[in-house]
């Protein structure tokens, strides 16, 4: 089934070989070399397989990010373990969830959440829990147990279709997923990154605020490979952020939008040093146009690389190069990745023509092995021949850029008119009052559901309702407008920072 490739396990030794005196992770000021990484992970490794986690079980790694974030992984992928990352920002309920669903026999939890791993192991019963740098009753500190055990990794051979990751995506339909990546797949991650974004050089510096477990985290294998130094923070905050971007003369950044909105609301934003930044790269959810226009103005065109993916198939499906960041392109996805195969389907499966909306199926290598434990969901999202039915729709124009609709899922079908909530948002987003905005569709007995906009005004702004509404007439067909304009203090996000239309929904559907 796979094509011959390393494995996660062969890259993660390879860097270390090649790079081993050179900074690899900066964490405030604590540094580490490639041969340290090295070697605190294989000592990690041996004292996870001591605790009793063998090759093939599954242990949740509760963490925020850290000097120890990388090790700590590449331990798991040395161990021949299937790591489980918990986002710290979840519930109890949530965590638990996760951690029986999976199976999860061990718990390794960072010093700042060992109440909520005590918690968790009274939640689910026999969970082992481990500290990093902490401990608990009952709970060793791994971390020194690690400085008894050798440096040189343990002997054990995966193989290609190893789960080495289960991460967990909420997707829209609000059901917890449990994706799988194997160690063909991450390998398969970390060529469609160097190929497609960025050829990363020992002279490159990623800067990292988001969490290391979701996109941001893909990044660090490219970098490793290639001998390139992984800065870390604990959080965004944007003054720190551009602190450090100045400061540690960081190359490349990865950021959602809201972010990105954030740092150029901040004001030490046009006094910091950017000449060593060539890589602002962004995705996970769509990009107003306002907040991209700024930050091309403020920091040149040049930079900009907007990808579009999935927890399923990361991390570029589509790319948006610096030069297509053209007033007529800047609402599209890009050109389809340069190691993916893709199509535009309809409900059966088969091709759409060209220039007709289809769900967007895409075949790759670094596409997960399916989800954890869920056959139904695993049949209508994989195809038998390794196809992946994203579930969002898109449509290609005549120079086959990628042009996303929505998700099949947060379309509104209003009086039999199919409404796209991106296409109402980027208009609403274009009214100087309006700092953040959402739409969704709330049940209407007449129309089956009717446009409704839950709008963030800038502080210090106004705009009324009919306002708003006549803003958003004058750019999209009548049946688009809201029908409805809430005026909120803030709008919900996700965990990893996106909307969170689901919520939405629920809230204001009374």
């Not at 953040?436 to 446009?451: D, M, N, Q, R, S």
């Amino acid at each position: 089934m796979h094509s011959p490739a390393p494995t996660y396990l062969e890259l993660i030794r390879r860097g270390a070989l090649q790079h081993g005196p050179r900074t690899a992770i900066v964490f405030g000021d604590r540094t580490l070399t490639f041969t340290e990484v090295d070697h605190l992970s294989s000592r990690l490794a041996h004292a996870l397989h001591a605790a009793g986690a063998a090759p093939r079980t599954r242990v949740a790694l509760l963490l925020n990010n850290g000097l120890h974030s990388v090790p700590l992984d590449f331990a798991c992928v040395k161990a021949g373990i299937n790591r489980v990352p918990l986002n710290s920002r979840l519930s109890l309920a949530e965590h638990a969830r996760m951690v029986a669903e999976t199976g999860s026999t061990h718990l390794v939890f960072g010093p700042d959440l060992a109440e909520r791993a005590a918690a968790l192991r009274d939640a689910v019963p026999g969970l082992a829990c481990m500290g990093m740098g902490a401990s608990l009753e009952g709970a060793a500190d791994l971390l020194a147990q690690a400085a008894s055990h050798p440096t040189e990794a343990p002997a054990f051979t995966p193989s290609h279709d190893d789960v080495v990751l289960t991460l967990f995506t909420s997707g829209t339909t609000g059901t917890l997923k449990a994706a799988q990546h194997t160690q063909a797949s991450y390998a398969a991650i970390c060529r469609n990154v160097l190929l497609n974004l960025l050829p990363a050089t020992p002279d490159d510096a990623m800067l990292h605020a988001a969490s290391l477990i979701h996109a941001s985290g893909v990044f660090v294998l490219p970098f490793w490979l290639r001998g390139a130094r992984t800065v870390i923070l604990p959080g965004f905050e944007p003054g720190l952020f551009l602190r450090t971007l100045q400061a540690e003369r960081i190359t490349a950044i990865n950021l959602v939008p809201t972010m990105l909105q954030m740092l150029f609301e901040h004001p030490d934003v046009a006094t910091t040093d950017v000449a060593a930044l060539r890589y602002v790269i962004y995705g996970a959810s769509p990009m107003p146009r306002p907040v991209i226009q700024r930050a091309m103005a403020a920091w040149g065109r040049h930079r900009f690389w907007q990808y579009y993916g999935q927890t399923e198939v990361p991390l570029c499906l589509a790319v948006l190069r610096p030069e297509d960041h053209t007033d007529d392109l800047l609402d599209a996805c890009g050109q389809p990745a340069i190691d993916i195969e893709m199509r535009l389907v309809d409900e059966a499966g088969r091709e759409v023509p060209h220039g007709t909306p289809g769900e967007i199926a895409v075949r790759a290598p670094s596409a997960v092995s399916g989800y954890h434990n869920a056959a139904g969901l695993n049949a209508e999202t994989f195809t038998a021949d390794g196809w992946v039915r994203t579930r969002d729709v898109g449509v290609f124009d005549e120079r086959g850029y990628l042009h996303l609709k929505d998700r099949t899922s947060d379309m509104i079908i209003s009086g039999g008119y199919n409404v796209y909530p991106r296409e109402v948002e980027n208009a609403l987003s274009s009214h100087p009052a309006v700092r953040e905005c959402a739409v969704v569709g709330l049940p209407h007995e007449k129309w089956v559901e009717v446009v409704t906009a839950v709008v963030v005004l800038r502080a210090g702004q106004q705009a009324t309702e009919a306002e708003l509404v006549a803003h958003v007439a004058g750019q999209l067909a009548s049946y688009k407008k809201p029908q409805r304009v809430i005026f909120a203090s803030e709008i919900p996000k996700t965990a990893v920072g996106k909307l969170n239309r689901k919520q939405l929904r629920e809230q204001y559907r009374g």
